[in-house]
């Protein structure tokens, strides 16, 4: 709608009818106002908001003043940078006037010029002229201005990387120069040392052998470093460079997951990670292993001690006093076992049996004798007797019921039983069949009984055609497989089907199921009640009406 500034003041009269207007185009009756661009203004926009301000009236009705302006920014206005080194066409040959004095270039003067200063400049030789610069306008915007990255090229970044790598060669193959020179030196030494030795011995050098100076040196090549340590002589202290990692991980001892568990948190494995090597011999054996072998046990008992002791109100302290926690622990058990030696003495004396509590000679109890018998690889006797094996007081090796083996010489794992390994019986006290008995046990597992249906399944199908057609002509027979009635792929016979449409329509006429009764008392009905083609042809009768749902209607809301 057009503003009151550019109307000018409204008689009563145009007052009145630019109400009356707004009016019918609230309620539909008027067609809206348009605007400059031809489209519809809501006529229910407050007059606020719709009516232009004085510097933005353009006197027709228009909403432009409450739209954002078109952006007018110029592309590239972020990431537009100069072309560093842009030249401008192939260079001129001769020197031009107003041309810079040192490379011949018309962009810039002498004094400008970034180029080495010439002896000769280009403006007297009129050689080597500098073809021109491009010379760019890029508009940078706010953000452009403050980019403190703005043109930078990320692939200088690579000459940091290659000057690192160099410094890092220089500096490993100095280190490895003055370990070599001083692996020499100290050798050196200790060879010196070697030889001032043997001259105090006052023996002549040309008797000695290579053999002993060999050892020698090799006897004070200790005082030298190694390689990656620092050995000092004196104190026998070796402080191991960490930059060699000649020990092998806790964590990768066995690599199998389900082995010992790695706690990486505390760097400790409790468990021995090789199950099989004895701890003894293995290399590690576990935290475990290293916790309750040694004094470590002692440790243990005497901490707890100290605990004992401070709840019955002792001052017993082991960080505080160890000392003294020690000495307190020893008088402690002597007096345990003087106790346990007063106790034991007193229980005899009251209840008798001191006899009882003697042991039995070595001898008698190891079962060792003079005894010699040898043993052949086989484990039959060669020289000597037999040990008469020990014999318990139950029935061995009796055999029952014409069995050669004693029951429970055989499991089942099919059914969880025991039972005789001569025939394969789970019964006790059942009459042994012998291998046959075997056969017929597995004759009768689940595995058997499924592999026999489905090869009788296979040649039912590979039967001949004379066959089929005798089965054909037969009364209705049905196959004994577990799908249901009408599923899978169905071969239907048509003459049967033909016999099924009359009997289905004569049922439906006469009603009931009387033809069906008189067939299941003749016999003539097969395993199921329902043969395919029976079902094929109650489906070809059906009629639409026959649906009980057909007639349904739902007469509630519908959304």
């Given at each position: 709608?057009?503003?009151?500034?550019?109307?000018?003041?409204l008689s009563?009269?145009e007052?009145?009818?630019?109400?009356?207007?707004?009016?019918?185009r609230?309620a539909?009756?008027?067609?809206?106002?348009?605007?400059e661009?031809?489209?519809?203004?809501?006529?229910?926009?407050?007059?606020?908001?719709?009516q232009?301000?004085?510097?933005?009236?353009?006197?027709?009705?228009?909403l432009?003043h409450?739209?954002?302006?078109?952006?007018?920014?110029?592309?590239?206005e972020?990431?537009?940078?100069?072309?560093?080194?842009?030249?401008?066409?192939?260079?001129?040959?001769?020197?031009?006037?107003?041309?810079?004095?040192?490379?011949?270039?018309?962009?810039?003067?002498?004094q400008?010029?970034?180029?080495?200063?010439?002896?000769?400049?280009?403006?007297?030789?009129?050689?080597?002229?500098?073809?021109?610069?491009?010379?760019?306008e890029v508009?940078?915007?706010?953000?452009?201005?403050?980019?403190?990255?703005?043109?930078?090229?990320p692939?200088?970044?690579?000459?940091?990387?290659?000057?690192?790598?160099?410094?890092?060669?220089?500096?490993?193959?100095?280190?490895?120069?003055e370990?070599?020179k001083q692996?020499?030196?100290d050798?050196?030494?200790?060879?010196?040392v070697?030889?001032?030795?043997?001259?105090?011995?006052?023996?002549?050098?040309d008797?000695?052998?290579?053999?002993?100076?060999?050892?020698?040196?090799?006897?004070?090549?200790?005082?030298?470093?190694?390689v990656?340590?620092?050995?000092?002589?004196?104190?026998?202290?070796?402080?191991?460079?960490l930059?060699?990692?000649?020990?092998?991980?806790k964590?990768l001892?066995?690599?199998?997951?389900?082995s010992?568990?790695?706690?990486p948190?505390?760097?400790?494995?409790?468990?021995?990670?090789?199950?099989?090597v004895?701890?003894?011999?293995?290399?590690?054996?576990?935290?475990?292993?290293?916790r309750?072998?040694?004094?470590?046990p002692q440790?243990?008992?005497?901490?707890?001690?100290?605990?004992?002791?401070?709840?019955r109100g002792?001052?017993?302290?082991?960080?505080?006093?160890?000392?003294?926690?020690?000495?307190?622990?020893?008088?402690f058990?002597?007096?345990?076992?003087k106790?346990?030696d007063?106790?034991?003495?007193?229980?005899?004396?009251?209840?008798?049996?001191?006899?009882?509590?003697?042991?039995?000679?070595?001898?008698?109890s190891?079962?060792?004798?003079?005894?010699?018998?040898?043993?052949?690889?086989?484990?039959?006797?060669?020289?000597?007797k037999?040990?008469?094996?020990?014999?318990?007081?139950?029935?061995?090796?009796?055999?029952?019921?014409?069995?050669?083996?004693?029951?429970?010489?055989?499991?089942?794992?099919?059914?969880?039983?025991?039972?005789?390994?001569c025939?394969?019986?789970?019964?006790?006290?059942?009459?042994c069949?012998?291998?046959?008995?075997?056969?017929a046990?597995?004759?009768?597992?689940?595995?058997?009984?499924?592999?026999s249906?489905?090869?009788?399944?296979?040649?039912?199908?590979?039967?001949?055609?004379?066959?089929?057609?005798?089965?054909?002509?037969?009364?209705?027979?049905?196959?004994?497989?577990?799908k249901?009635?009408?599923?899978?792929?169905v071969t239907?016979?048509?003459?049967?089907?033909?016999?099924a449409?009359?009997?289905?329509?004569?049922?439906?006429?006469?009603?009931?199921?009387g033809?069906?009764?008189?067939?299941?008392?003749?016999?003539?009905?097969?395993?199921?009640?329902v043969?395919?083609?029976?079902?094929e042809?109650?489906?070809?009768?059906?009629?639409?009406?026959?649906?009980?749902?057909?007639?349904?209607v739902?007469e509630?809301?519908v959304?």
């Amino acid at each position: 709608m057009a503003s009151g500034s550019a109307i000018g003041k409204l008689s009563r009269e145009e007052f009145r009818r630019q109400k009356d207007l707004e009016a019918a185009r609230k309620a539909g009756t008027a067609p809206a106002a348009l605007d400059e661009e031809g489209k519809p203004i809501n006529p229910h926009i407050p007059q606020y908001i719709s009516q232009a301000p004085w510097y933005l009236d353009t006197g027709a009705p228009s909403l432009s003043h409450q739209r954002r302006p078109a952006a007018t920014k110029p592309p590239n206005e972020i990431d537009g940078w100069y072309d560093r080194g842009a030249r401008a066409g192939p260079a001129a040959k001769k020197y031009r006037k107003g041309a810079c004095e040192n490379c011949g270039a018309m962009t810039h003067k002498k004094q400008d010029c970034l180029e080495r200063p010439r002896k000769k400049g280009a403006k007297f030789t009129n050689k080597d002229i500098q073809a021109d610069e491009i010379i760019q306008e890029v508009h940078t915007g706010y953000d452009a201005k403050r980019d403190r990255w703005n043109g930078y090229d990320p692939t200088e970044h690579t000459r940091i990387y290659e000057e690192f790598e160099a410094l890092e060669e220089a500096r490993k193959k100095y280190r490895e120069e003055e370990i070599d020179k001083q692996t020499a030196t100290d050798l050196a030494a200790a060879r010196k040392v070697a030889k001032a030795g043997k001259e105090k011995k006052d023996a002549d050098p040309d008797f000695g052998s290579s053999d002993e100076e060999d050892a020698d040196e090799d006897k004070y090549a200790d005082a030298a470093d190694a390689v990656g340590q620092k050995l000092d002589t004196k104190t026998r202290i070796t402080v191991r460079n960490l930059r060699i990692r000649e020990d092998t991980a806790k964590y990768l001892i066995n690599l199998d997951p389900e082995s010992a568990y790695y706690d990486p948190k505390t760097r400790s494995m409790r468990d021995a990670p090789l199950k099989n090597v004895p701890a003894e011999e293995a290399k590690f054996a576990g935290e475990n292993f290293f916790r309750y072998s040694g004094e470590a046990p002692q440790v243990q008992q005497l901490q707890l001690f100290a605990w004992q002791a401070a709840q019955r109100g002792n001052d017993v302290h082991l960080n505080a006093a160890p000392t003294q926690g020690q000495l307190l622990h020893e008088e402690f058990e002597e007096k345990k076992e003087k106790m346990r030696d007063i106790n034991k003495v007193s229980v005899l004396a009251k209840y008798g049996g001191e006899q009882y509590l003697e042991r039995a000679p070595r001898e008698v109890s190891d079962s060792q004798s003079e005894y010699y018998v040898e043993y052949s690889r086989t484990g039959q006797v060669i020289k000597g007797k037999e040990r008469v094996k020990a014999r318990s007081k139950y029935a061995e090796d009796v055999y029952i019921n014409n069995h050669t083996a004693v029951w429970g010489s055989w499991y089942d794992v099919a059914s969880g039983s025991w039972g005789y390994a001569c025939c394969h019986s789970s019964t006790h006290v059942s009459y042994c069949s012998g291998e046959a008995g075997k056969l017929a046990a597995q004759a009768s597992t689940a595995q058997a009984l499924l592999a026999s249906s489905s090869s009788s399944s296979r040649l039912d199908n590979s039967s001949a055609p004379d066959e089929q057609m005798e089965a054909s002509n037969a009364p209705t027979e049905q196959n004994y497989s577990k799908k249901r009635v009408g599923e899978g792929d169905v071969t239907l016979d048509k003459e049967r089907l033909a016999q099924a449409l009359a009997e289905e329509k004569k049922r439906k006429t006469w009603g009931g199921d009387g033809d069906r009764c008189n067939k299941r008392k003749r016999g003539e009905i097969g395993t199921h009640d329902v043969t395919e083609e029976e079902l094929e042809a109650y489906r070809m009768t059906r009629l639409k009406g026959d649906d009980p749902m057909a007639s349904y209607v739902d007469e509630g809301d519908v959304y």
